[in-house]
T-cell receptor
Framework: DVKVTQSSRYLVKRTGEKVFLECVQD?????MFWYRQDPGLGLRLIYF???????EKGDIPEGYSVSREKKERFSLILESASTNQTSMYLC???????????FGQGTRLTVV | RKEVEQDPGPFNVPEGATVAFNCTYS??????FFWYRQDCRKEPKLLMS???SGNEDGRFTAQLNRASQYISLLIRDSKLSDSATYLC??????????FGTGTRLQVFP
């Protein structure tokens, strides 16, 4: 069974803090994704990585950065958290091509 | 205009009904298409891929119309357990997966 694990289910951070969200997959997948999900807006792609150290901006990269130093791990970094980054964050991975993406359980981040 | 658009619903249908959802996409370079299902407070999971010739999986039928740039999902004989949000997903040529906002289905007894 493919497993995508996000480090935290719930997180509360203060405005201005640097926040790290970690995601690990155990199936040697090439592609990894970070999305945020908000009511009425659906899942929006923040960043995408197709290989170690390779990344592409998604549709809403502002205020975020990512790191992929090892194939199995994809980190999302909020450089200076703001209240409008309060959201559900979902990580996913897939081997590429016409294949299913597998999601982690999500991290609900609240910035106060 | 959003790249992938869906009617948010909710669609409220009785058990046993047939219900159909449509999804339109704007990028003609889109290469692959999927329907995902998301239950409340859970992560999305693949329901079915959508093939050019259309495909069926039990009570579920997916269709693709490239000329008009839309995909559809038909659910026959709805069950209470079909209540969920159905997400239309499009893969761009760079392997990015773009999600629609989802259509909420509520099946009642």
């Amino acid at each position: 069974d493919v497993k995508v694990t996000q480090s935290s289910r719930y997180l509360v951070k203060r405005t201005g803090e640097k926040v790290f969200l970690e995601c690990v997959q155990d199936m040697d997948h090439e592609n990894m994704f970070w999305y945020r999900q908000d009511p009425g807006l659906g899942l929006r792609l923040i960043y995408f990585s197709y290989d170690v150290k390779m990344k592409e901006k998604g549709d809403i990269p502002e205020g975020y950065s990512v790191s992929r130093e090892k194939k199995e791990r994809f980190s999302l970094i909020l450089e200076s958290a703001s209240t409008n980054q309060t959201s559900m964050y979902l990580c996913a991975s897939n081997p590429g091509g016409f294949t299913e993406a597998f999601f982690g359980q999500g991290t609900r981040l609240t910035v106060v | 205009r959003k790249e992938v658009e869906q009617d948010p619903g909710p669609f409220n249908v009785p058990e046993g009904a047939t219900v159909a959802f449509n999804c339109t996409y704007s990028n003609s370079a889109s290469q692959s298409f999927f329907w995902y299902r998301q239950d409340c407070r859970k992560e999305p999971k693949l329901l079915m891929s959508v093939y050019s010739s259309g495909n069926e999986d039990g009570r579920f039928t997916a269709q693709l119309n490239r000329a008009s740039q839309y995909i559809s999902l038909l659910i026959r004989d709805s069950k209470l357990s079909d209540s969920a949000t159905y997400l239309c997903v499009v893969r761009r040529d760079t392997d990015k997966l773009i999600f629609g906002t989802g259509t909420r289905l509520q099946v009642f007894p």
